[in-house]
């Protein structure tokens, strides 16, 4: 296994995360506890869940395997916090009395004494940073947790956040989850550059682009209608497919899988500690682990680029979660790009 520092934190992180947001959901216990064991047999020692997933059966079983296995300090455990939790006015965010409830109930799910990584899972433009950043700051100091990330942050408000907690002597901020995948390069524009000019650690998620690089789909073939590709137009789409189709041809050169190749290029690409995997079964775990033995050459990257050029994204994962929420704090008003079919549809 390749390990990586995250960050500035001088902690050292397998460079491939155990993502566990399918367990309790689509993966069931017995399966998630055997992924888990799986991936630190292979020397994966970086796990992230959050307590929104499955409002808090993830963590639950997270918590489990390791307790259980007597494995927990073999493990660099990150969980996050500001997704809704429940109906109430008070059950999501960034506030100091959603943190500190919150905290509370993850490291009980969890089994553990402390989070070693707490991280703001969506960016809420209209809270002041400060509040958070204090809230995490006091958990930092009591021990709670150890160092504090953010998901799906614009590159402005890390800088802001960065310099508010230079400026309080507050916790710095060591990392950030955005998506990323050769579908969706957009975070190559502004996001790569700020974090390693300031020392952030990237954590991309959606490495395969939720299956479309998987290889499954043909520009000839149906599109599904499953629950995660409803929303066709929006990430699964013709021009996905089609980019990703004409990848398969590199990636038989690699002796690989569509999938494997993916996973590979991203965690090759500069600034990137420890794209996120989200495996349902022990196979799919095996499966990603071949990506790390996958290296590129110049001539790679170049075939790479007339493809899927940098910068540039035909499948929506960056912007709907970054700038859409930018636009919608300035007021900007837009439809959401998946729920614009639904609503033309049921029209008369």
């Keep these: 296994m ?12 397998s460079a491939i995360c155990l993502g566990c947001m399918n367990f309790g959901d689509k993966t069931d216990e017995a399966e998630s506890i055997r992924i888990i064991e799986a991936a630190l047999d292979a020397g994966i020692n970086f796990v992230d869940t959050a307590n929104s997933y499955g409002r808090g059966v993830s963590e639950q079983i997270v918590g489990k395997a390791l307790s259980e296995s007597g494995r927990r300090d073999e493990v660099v455990l990150a969980t ?3 997704s809704r939790m429940g109906e109430g006015p008070n059950q999501w965010g960034g506030s100091r009395y959603h943190i500190v409830q919150q905290v509370e109930q993850s490291l009980r799910r969890l089994r553990t004494d402390r989070i070693d990584l707490y991280q703001l899972h969506i960016m809420d433009p ?3 940073v400060g509040e958070s950043l204090r809230a995490l700051d006091d958990l930092v100091r009591a021990g709670k947790v150890l160092h504090i990330g953010t998901s799906k942050w614009a590159s402005a ?6 310099c508010l907690a230079d400026r309080n002597g507050w916790a710095r901020l060591i990392s950030e989850q955005p998506p990323y995948n050769l579908l969706d390069r957009r975070i190559e524009n502004e996001l790569i550059w ?9 954590i991309p998620w959606a490495p395969i682009a939720s299956g479309i690089l998987s290889g499954k789909y043909t520009p000839e073939g ?6 995660r590709f409803n929303r066709r137009g929006f990430r699964l789409n013709p021009e996905a ?3 990703a189709d004409a990848m398969k041809p590199l990636a038989d050169e690699k002796g690989v899988t569509l999938a494997e190749f993916s996973l590979a290029w991203v965690l090759r690409q500069p600034g990137i500690t420890s794209p996120i995997i989200g495996p349902a079964s022990v196979e799919h775990l095996q499966s990603s682990l071949k990506a790390l033995d996958v290296t590129f050459n110049e001539e790679d990257y170049k075939r790479i680029n007339k493809i899927t050029p940098p910068g540039q994204a035909v499948s929506n994962y960056y912007d709907v979660n970054v700038y859409r929420r930018l636009r919608a704090e300035a007021g900007i008003f837009e439809e959401h790009p998946w729920r614009r079919r639904a609503k033309h549809k049921h029209r008369t």
């Design 2 to 13: 390749e390990y990586r520092i995250l960050g500035r934190s001088g902690v050292e992180v």
């Design 80 to 82: 996050k916090v500001s």
């Design 126 to 128: 209209s809270l002041a």
């Design 157 to 162: 408000l890390l800088v802001e956040a960065l």
């Design 194 to 202: 700020t974090c390693k000019r300031h020392g952030i650690g990237l």
């Design 222 to 227: 149906p599109l599904p209608d499953g629950a």
């Design 241 to 243: 497919i089609a980019r």
